[in-house]
């Protein structure tokens, strides 16, 4: 089974354009993450969400928002593609707890590539 | 100033070499640390996490020096299969997780 799966692996589409990527765990984690890296490798925190806080990184464009109807998911909405949105975004998830120890499960990434 | 930093390298180290790699911290109320593994194109691996009194996992040792706020990865009779990017991870109070730039190692048969 897998733990963190996110959709599409895949997306490619025009710039301008409106897209989501999903993503849901059966881990039962409390914490759910969206990262950004691009081609330079680096893993950029976007958001952190649990169902008391969403934590946003202030450099993250206004365009892109998370939504999370429930504990086990939290999809990316972008608006207004841009070319620099070109990357691999993964979802992951951890647990949450004081000195909880808990390392994050990624999910296996969407390649967004943007014409 | 960063809140991790690592040496990215690239590391080129033949078979059955040993290889460290470094990575420090700025916080110092940092409460979990571990290392990640990256192969190319793929999604970050848990490879193991960091106790404070250091822990082995078959060729891999990790140790966590809390006084100079640094975790160390050392891996033994290097393998092939060992090239990756090895990315150091520290979480604070409020579970917020950092990593590092990552350090990538190439194993050369």
């Known amino acids: 089974d897998t733990a963190v799966s996110q959709t599409p692996k895949y997306l490619v589409t025009q710039m301008g354009n409106d897209k989501s990527i999903k993503c849901e765990q059966n881990l039962g984690h409390d914490t759910m993450y969206w990262y950004k890296q691009d081609s330079k490798k680096f893993l950029k925190i976007m958001f952190s969400?649990?169902?008391?806080?969403?934590?946003i990184n202030e450099t993250v464009p206004n365009r892109f928002s998370p939504k999370s109807p429930d504990k086990a998911h939290l999809n990316l909405h972008i608006n207004s593609l841009e070319l620099g949105d070109s990357a691999v975004y993964f979802c992951a998830s951890s647990a949450l707890g004081p000195n909880s120890n808990q390392p994050q499960h990624f999910g296996d990434g969407t390649r967004l590539s943007i014409l | 100033r960063k809140e991790v930093e690592q040496d990215p390298g690239p590391f080129n180290v033949p078979e059955g070499a040993t290889v460290a790699f470094n990575c420090t911290y700025s916080?110092?109320?940092?409460?979990?640390f571990f290392w990640y593994r990256q192969d190319c194109r793929k999604e970050p691996k848990l490879l193991m996490s960091?106790?404070?009194s250091g822990n082995e996992d078959g060729r891999f040792t990790a140790q966590l020096n809390r006084a100079s706020q640094y975790i160390s990865l050392l891996i033994r009779d290097s393998k092939l299969s060992d090239s990756a990017t090895y990315l150091c991870?520290?979480?604070?109070?409020?579970?917020?997780?950092?990593f590092g730039t990552g350090t990538s190692l190439t194993v050369i048969p």
């Open positions: 960091v106790y404070s």
């Open positions: 916080n110092s109320a940092s409460q979990s």
């Open positions: 991870v520290v979480t604070t109070p409020g579970n917020q997780f950092y």
């Open positions: 969400y649990n169902n008391k806080e969403l934590i």
